[in-house]
């Protein structure tokens, strides 16, 4: 028994000296995050907070884009946006909460947040209409926007979009991992973002995703100086995504041309095939939205944008040639 407890005693010494080594690896973290990252963007007034944005481009149409669940936002964007910029003119931008946009208590709606990207394109004098390319998450949030502002929008490009019926179609074995409302409590989140935990995990995640970007280190940058932020951030927003869902249900986008990029996922573990492969479905259901659309699968992962930016480019491209 002596010998037991000894072997536990020592345990919850090595416990919680790898929990003081986290909080100070968390404290210098972000000391160090806020103090290498010079903020140098570009904000408007938005339903009472700074949003920040990103405009690019002189020429017409106008796209704009909508990132998904996504703590690094507007940077997904960036290889896209560069390119796109050259024959339209762009926007990028941080939803409130994420990034360098100032938090909000506004509920984190799909009619809000669509209401608010609208403010954001009227205040920053964007020229209408506009194509709307968005992102996972996105997608819901794009249904929002086209049921009040259809008249400002003459196209949409989906990139692996979230679906309305994603949760209610969801095969029994997969449907708890359809469902992002089901966040830990905030005890457990503030655990993860006070002992280092967060900050580590998100820093693997910028690798696996970003891992052939030459600017990797720009991205893991900012994404640091607002990591805690944007991880609360986020979690509003997955508290509210089984409500969006059903706000996102409804009328279709009637002709407004609709093009639909559908990750195929061939490189995906056995154990996930079902989950994406059920997302590829509710992709295709997604063609009955417009009078005037196509699916384009592409050989990637979730983030078509990061991974193929060029099926993006092109995308944007042949919509706006087709309109002229």
């Not at 059920?278 to 997604?286: C, G, V, Y």
């Amino acid at each position: 028994m002596t010998i037991v407890w000894l072997i536990l005693k020592w345990l919850l010494i090595l416990v919680l000296v790898l929990l003081l080594v986290g909080v100070i690896y968390e404290q210098y973290s972000r000391y160090s995050a806020k103090n290498n990252f010079v903020d140098n963007g570009t904000y408007v007034e938005v339903y009472g907070h700074k949003i920040h944005y990103v405009k690019q481009g002189v020429n017409s149409p106008t796209v704009v884009f909508e990132s998904g669940l996504d703590f690094s936002a507007h940077l997904s964007w960036k290889e896209v946006q560069d390119e796109v910029s050259k024959f339209a003119t762009t926007l990028s931008y941080d939803r409130a909460n994420l990034l360098r946009s100032e938090e909000t208590d506004r509920p984190r709606s799909c009619e809000n947040m669509a209401d608010e990207l609208h403010e954001l394109l009227e205040k920053t004098e964007m020229k209408k209409p506009y194509i709307l390319v968005v992102h996972s998450l996105g997608g819901l949030i794009a249904r929002c926007y086209a049921k009040k502002y259809a008249h400002t929008l003459s196209g949409i490009v989906f990139i692996d979009a979230s679906h309305p019926d994603q949760i209610e179609k969801a095969p029994e074995s997969i449907k708890a991992k359809m469902r992002l409302d089901g966040t830990p409590s905030n005890w457990i989140i503030n655990f993860v973002n006070y002992t280092g935990l967060s900050r580590f995990g998100t820093n693997k995640g910028i690798d696996s995703v970003y891992k052939e970007r030459d600017d990797i280190d720009v991205i893991k940058s900012e994404i640091n100086a607002y990591l805690i932020k944007s991880n609360k951030g986020a979690i509003k927003e997955m508290r509210m995504f089984e409500h969006m869902t059903k706000e996102a249900k409804g009328e279709n986008f009637g002709d407004i041309p609709l093009t639909i990029l559908s990750a195929e996922h061939k490189k995906a573990e056995e154990n996930q095939k079902i989950l994406w492969d059920f997302f590829l479905k509710l992709q295709k259901e997604s063609l009955n939205l417009s009078t005037n659309s196509k699916q384009i699968l592409v050989d990637s992962g979730h983030n078509i944008q990061v991974e193929k930016p060029n099926v993006v480019i092109n995308a944007i491209h042949e919509m706006i040639e087709e309109k002229k």
